[in-house]
């Protein structure tokens, strides 16, 4: 299927843990972003890329790391996970013709 | 640098009253603006978005925004409110349609029978 797709959707991990988050589009689109929904904050840019093995970081990069060896795959990982980093990760691919497409986001719980 | 403010991060109207969510952005270049929906437990979809053609922008579900320039709003509005309008609303301004966003903090849409 055509689109944007997260994986996993639900994730419980525990403090210092890696986790990887993610995330596939099929449009090939050069852009690709990772954001993070926290109550109050709306979406904050976490990291992004405007092509393979172009990234660069966003407004709160601290504790994440990404790649982008392929077009169509924006893995975002925690190397040591933090109880702040509890949140909703949405990742997003982006078109010039319509904009952003979301994806339908990762909520990781950090115990 | 650009930035947005959303005006109100609750809103509540009865159904079938005027719905008006506010959006102020600043942008140091001619802005790309958008409106996004977020439903509960899901990603947000494009509602509209305006890319420096018409300033009465038509999107989704009956909503429509106007982009003005002398104010540096782009408010949302839809005539009558219906219970499946209640969700996250977010807007967001950009350089380039497919580069980098910046999002507004949402408000969230309450609508009352």
């Known amino acids: 299927d055509a689109g944007i797709t997260q994986s996993p959707r639900y994730k419980i991990t525990e403090t210092g843990r890696q986790v990887t988050l993610m995330c596939h589009q099929t449009w090939s689109h050069s852009y690709m972003f990772w954001y993070r929904q926290d109550l109050g904050h709306g979406l904050r840019l976490i990291y992004y890329s405007a092509a393979a093995d172009i990234t660069d970081k966003g407004e709160v990069p601290d504790g994440y790391v990404v790649s982008r060896s392929k077009t169509e795959n924006f893995p975002l990982t925690l190397e040591s996970a933090t109880r702040s980093q509890t949140s909703v990760y949405f990742c997003a691919s982006a078109s010039r013709q319509y904009g952003q497409y979301f994806g339908p986001g990762t909520r990781l719980t950090v115990t | 640098a650009q930035s947005v403010t959303q005006l109100g991060s609750h809103v509540s109207v009865s159904e079938g009253a005027l719905v008006l969510l506010r959006c102020n952005y600043s942008?140091?270049?001619?802005?790309?603006l958008f409106w996004y929906v977020q439903y509960p437990n899901q990603g947000l979809q494009l509602l509209l978005k305006y890319t420096s053609a018409a300033t009465l922008v038509k999107g989704i579900n009956g909503f429509e925004a106007e982009f003005k320039k002398s104010e540096t709003s782009f408010h949302l509005t839809k005539p009558s409110a219906h219970m499946s309008d209640a969700a996250e609303y977010f807007c967001a301004v950009s350089v380039d349609t497919g580069n980098q966003f910046y999002f507004g903090t949402g408000t969230s849409l309450t609508v009352i029978p």
């Open positions: 942008s140091s270049v001619p802005p790309y």
